[in-house]
């Protein structure tokens, strides 16, 4: 079984930066994923990582740690359009290639 | 990437009854699966959609509640059988698409289907 966490809930001010932990517990690790989820709308892939280190894309980044069960997903340049549910999602090996998803961190970006 | 359409995107139906969504890419993909988000709550997996055989289901959900079909690379559907108001929720297709020559997977999911049981 696997185990995810994220904050629940986060702000941050337009043009900042934000970091969006995710920790996770599992028996065989397989990959990470982030997601973009706005309301009322299916969720966006933002990133992978499966080897340690930084992913970069733009304004997003995404982290991992395997050793120690970690990742986090770095918003830069923030934008009032960043508001959304950020989901952390782990897949499993031999789990046949699904993911299990965190609960979300609600990120609201402020003026 | 991968192009994924969801029909019907929205529906209202009576308890006892049931609906098949359905899901079709663009392109043809080894692994599609179907997924749930309750109000207000993160997604959680029905079960893998496997093309010629049984679909691998996740606890907590079996095939009569859920029968779903994959007759090919690029199409599947899911029922939602003898529905009631707790069935209330997005279901969500996804499909998993290797990038050519890297070790990097997306998985990509449809716009969702909004289900209402009344």
């Known amino acids: 079984g696997q185990n995810i966490d994220q904050p629940t809930e986060m702000t941050a001010t337009e043009g900042a930066i934000v970091q969006i932990n995710c920790t996770y517990q599992?028996?065989?690790?397989?990959?990470l994923f982030w997601y973009q989820q706005h309301a009322g709308e299916a969720p966006t892939f933002l990133s992978y990582n499966v080897l340690d280190g930084l992913e970069e894309k733009g304004r997003f980044s995404s982290f991992l740690s395997r050793s120690k069960g970690y990742s986090y997903l770095l918003l830069k340049e923030l934008q009032m359009k960043d508001s959304a549910s950020y989901l952390c999602a782990v897949r499993e090996r031999g789990g046949g290639n699904k993911l299990t998803f965190g609960t979300g961190t609600q990120l609201k970006v402020e003026l | 990437s991968a192009v994924i359409s969801q029909k019907p995107s929205r529906d209202i139906c009576q308890r006892g009854t049931s609906l098949t969504i359905q899901c079709q890419v663009d392109?043809?993909?080894?692994?599609m699966f179907w997924y749930r988000q309750q109000p207000g709550q993160s997604l959680t997996l029905i079960a893998t959609a496997n093309q010629g055989s049984e679909a691998t289901y996740e606890s907590g959900f079996v095939i009569d509640k859920f029968p779903i079909s994959r007759p090919n690379l690029t199409f599947s559907t899911l029922t939602v059988s003898n529905m009631s108001p707790e069935d209330s929720s997005i279901y969500l297709c996804?499909?998993?698409?290797?990038?050519?020559?890297?070790?990097?997977?997306?998985?990509?999911f449809g716009p969702g289907t909004r289900l209402t049981v009344t």
């Open positions: 392109s043809q993909v080894t692994m």
């Open positions: 599992t028996s065989g690790f397989n990959g």
């Open positions: 996804s499909v998993e698409v290797r990038t050519s020559g890297t070790r990097s997977y997306e998985q990509y």
